[in-house]
């Protein structure tokens, strides 16, 4: 499969002009088709987050699960919610809170020692998701591990093999977005059996426009 830098240019540029303007920042989403995957067999149980070259315009959610002065640091390090043990085990007896959670933030980060008490509690409904927390050291560099998050995106086969992910807005310059869908494929490469040879078609599109295929 080639990379030719110009041919991805090229169907960036065409993805921007074909999409009609819209109220609000539209993503840029990228969907890779794959061939010769057995769905059943590890090969087909792809699951990998992704740290991209350049932020997706629309930062992803974050929940920490931390306590004392782990705690204190991810909120001043801009976490969207920091949950310390009294609160996570408060959601023990509330499946609805539970899948609420799951449901509202991107990437999980938990305290090492909490890891167990997460599991247990929230594991149901992280699991399925593929968004069970990372585990840090309570002397973890948080900042950094929530920087790294806004910047990543989860990349999984769900039951079809076809990976889909978000790469960018059509706000960013195009130099951006091709770092990222390299970033991603880079990647992947490595992830899948016969490398590029699993892949039978890369397209890209913005939230609302149709797909443009890449010529590859």
């Not at 830098?5 to 993503?27: A, C, G, H, L, N």
């Not at 305290?111 to 409904?125: C, F």
């Not at 970033?183 to 490469?189: I, K, T």
Request: aromatic share 4%; proline share 5%; glycine share 6%.
């Amino acid at each position: 499969m080639s990379l030719d830098t110009k041919t991805f240019m090229e169907s960036i540029k065409q993805v921007k002009e074909k999409s009609k303007k819209r109220d609000f920042s539209q993503s840029i989403e990228l969907i890779i088709n794959l061939r010769d995957i057995d769905m059943k067999k590890p090969e087909g149980k792809i699951q990998e987050q992704i740290e991209l070259p350049h932020a997706i315009g629309k930062p992803a959610k974050i929940c920490v699960f931390a306590s004392g002065e782990l705690a204190l640091k991810a909120k001043k390090a801009g976490a969207d919610l920091v949950m310390e043990k009294r609160e996570l085990e408060a959601l023990a007896g509330d499946k609805k809170k539970r899948k609420a959670l799951a449901h509202t933030y991107d990437f999980f980060i938990a305290e090492a020692p909490l890891m167990r008490s997460v599991g247990k509690i929230l594991g149901s409904a992280l699991g399925p998701k593929g968004r069970m927390p990372t585990p840090v050291a309570p002397t973890a560099n948080i900042a950094e591990h929530i920087k790294k998050c806004r910047k990543t995106v989860l990349v999984r086969l769900r039951g079809q093999p076809v990976l889909q992910c978000r790469i960018g807005t059509e706000e960013m310059p195009d130099k951006q977005v091709l770092e990222n869908i390299q970033a991603v494929l880079g990647r992947l490469e490595g992830r899948l059996k016969r490398g590029f040879k699993n892949v039978k078609s890369v397209q890209i599109k913005t939230t609302m426009g149709h797909p443009v295929r890449i010529k590859v």
